[in-house]
């Protein structure tokens, strides 16, 4: 089917387009009473799990917010799930792990087959949410890096300081490498069913990538992510967002993976992303997700400052620089989008 609204497609090949595109990065979450409303009735794995749930919630920021993309509702660790680390979803916690990785034979253990098939709960949200959408706006899908999924894998949960999981690259760097890479298979296979399923971009949330040092991060993290990118390039051309927050350190080297859209956080301009890129890659955010709780002047100014940031011309995609906040008001997300859609035209012409 044809996408009416397909100016961030248009964005991510930086193509011409009239305005700026804009979605928000967790926007079908909590911050929306319609996606409370549903997980009152629903705990969290039951939502992701079942197709009609997660088309519905899919599609609420589409209408309520007005944004210019749908992104799937899911989670990065369905696939620590499929490849045998069942987990729970705790109240105020978060994830937690019943297993954890720590020596060979526990990698040994994990399955990078069948993803597909163990996965089939997502390709069906993803094509009920497609067939929902009838073309309005484009469908994004998601994986999680294989560093970020090996950091939840080894810690069995969030984390302050990555201890477990940067020990266990310092201490086994080849159990590491080993276990990147069966991760990697995954994600590649699961990103893969979900194309043939109808996503039309994809966005690798490397949430952790900032947490190594440098030298690690294009070690541990990079290379892996731009092995997924170089193996989907070969069999679809659907665009990539890479999203390594944190990692300001490695755009050139993000910008020479491939893909087609960098992420970035909102402890750097665009500008200068823009010129170390060369605009050979399209620039994703980056407003302070804080910045939903300033006063709509405010609000304004910063918008129109992060526009201008990125200046004229082609390829920017704004977004926050990280996960909107479970406590914002819904209708301070939809001024920002009516903002950036209003004050993004001059950029365009
Ligand atoms: O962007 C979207 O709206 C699509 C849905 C989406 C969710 N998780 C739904 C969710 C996406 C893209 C994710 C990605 C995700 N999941 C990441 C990377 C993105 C980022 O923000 O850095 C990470 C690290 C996870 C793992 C995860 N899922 C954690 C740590 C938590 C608990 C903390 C939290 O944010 O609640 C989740 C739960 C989660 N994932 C919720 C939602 C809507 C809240 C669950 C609830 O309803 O209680």
Not at 298 to 319: M, R, S, W
């Amino acid at each position: 089917m044809k996408i009416k609204n397909d100016i961030f497609l248009k964005a991510c090949r930086r193509e011409k387009t009239e305005r700026t595109p804009v979605w928000i990065m967790r926007q079908a979450g909590r911050y929306l009473p319609e996606y409370r409303k549903i997980r009152e009735k629903y705990d969290f794995l039951t939502m992701v799990k079942t197709p009609e749930l997660a088309a519905e919630v899919t599609l609420q920021p589409v209408d309520i917010i007005g944004v210019d993309a749908a992104i799937i509702f899911s989670d990065i660790l369905v696939i620590p799930e499929a490849m045998g680390l069942p987990y729970k979803m705790e109240e105020k916690i978060g994830p937690l792990f019943e297993k954890t990785i720590s020596t060979r034979e526990d990698i040994d253990a994990l399955s990078a087959e069948g993803i597909a098939e163990k996965l089939s709960y997502v390709t069906s949200a993803v094509a009920l949410a497609k067939k929902e959408l009838a073309g309005r706006v484009p469908l994004i899908g998601f994986a999680g890096s294989p560093w970020t999924l090996l950091t939840y894998m080894v810690e069995g949960g969030g984390t302050k300081n990555f201890k477990k999981a940067k020990s266990f690259i310092f201490n086994a760097p080849e159990e590491a490498h080993l276990l990147l890479l069966k991760i990697t298979e995954a994600v590649i296979q699961y990103l893969s069913a979900k194309i043939e399923a109808g996503i039309d971009a994809y966005q690798i949330f490397d949430s952790w990538g900032g947490v190594l040092s440098k030298r690690h991060y294009l070690e541990f993290s990079l290379p892996y992510i731009e092995k997924i990118i170089m193996t989907i390039k070969k069999q679809f051309d659907t665009p990539s967002i890479i999203f390594s927050k944190g990692a300001n350190h490695s755009f050139k080297e993000m910008s020479e993976t491939g893909a087609s859209v960098i992420g970035v956080d909102w402890t750097t301009t665009l500008a200068e992303v823009r010129k170390i890129t060369g605009g050979e890659t399209a620039v994703q955010g980056n407003l302070d997700p804080i910045t939903l709780f300033a006063n709509d002047k405010v609000l304004e100014k910063e918008v129109e400052k992060t526009l201008a940031d990125y200046g004229n011309g082609e390829g920017h995609i704004f977004n926050l620089g990280h996960g909107i906040l479970p406590d914002v008001e819904p209708s301070k997300a939809r001024l920002l989008v009516e903002l950036v859609k209003e004050k993004s035209k001059k950029y365009h012409r």
